[in-house]
Antibody, heavy 117, light 107 residues
């Protein structure tokens, strides 16, 4: 059974880089598709991007210039970095398994990141 | 980008009611349509994928139908644990997009 657990800083200052890590168990991060999705407080879901087969990426054009998704195969972890953050980036950030042509079938519990001075 | 439009945005229903939620895509997405349930403070949970396939462990009162641009999620007999927000999502092309959500609450 796939399990995902996000960890993040909680609070990030405007213009800085947000970094969130996702520990994966039950399957290697070198296989399958892995997505990052975010949800601002009291709002809907936004797909950020995915990484597949341990290295290729696809990002939402609305965030593409600021996003980097990567994997650490030695730790079986995913990583999300979002640069030049503003208050609009305040959200719960989820890592999840799945992507193109298939469902998002397993989700982490999410981590709230607040952007504030 | 493919826009996903859900209706209604909210509804009130009683236990035992039949509930129907619709999702419309701005262009054909074949059957690359998934439905999720989200309860407050929790991550979304996959209910149905490929428009009509029930995820393992999901009660049979949930069903999905449709293809192309028009899709439906039906709860045949609403249960107390079904009060939640429901989202559709297309995985036909990137960027993957979600509908705006339908909140189902107690009448």
């Amino acid at each position: 059974q796939v399990q995902l657990q996000e960890s993040g800083p909680g609070l990030v200052k405007p213009s800085e880089t947000l970094s969130v890590t996702c520990s994966v168990s039950g399957i290697s991060v070198s296989t399958y598709y892995w997505s990052w999705i975010r949800q601002p407080p009291w709002k809907g879901l936004e797909w950020i991007g995915y990484i597949y087969y341990g290295g290729s990426t696809n990002y939402n054009p609305s965030l593409k210039s600021r996003v980097t998704i990567s994997v650490d195969k030695s730790k079986n972890q995913l990583s999300l970095k979002l640069s030049s953050v503003t208050a609009a980036d305040t959200a719960v950030y989820y890592c999840a398994s799945g992507g193109l042509e298939g469902p998002i079938d397993s989700w982490g519990q999410g981590t709230l990141v607040t952007v504030s001075p | 980008d493919i826009q996903m439009t859900q209706s209604p945005s909210s509804l009130s229903a009683s236990v035992g009611d039949r509930v129907t939620i619709t999702c419309r895509a701005s262009q054909s997405i074949s059957s690359y349509l998934n439905w999720y349930q989200q309860k407050p403070g929790k991550a979304p949970k996959l209910l149905i994928y490929a428009a009509s396939t029930l995820q393992s462990g999901v009660p049979s009162r949930f069903s999905g139908s449709g293809s192309g641009t028009d899709f439906t999620l039906t709860i045949s007999s609403l249960q107390p644990e079904d009060y939640a927000t429901y989202y559709c999502q297309q995985t036909y092309s990137t960027p993957l997009t979600f509908g705006g959500g339908t909140k189902v609450d107690i009448k």
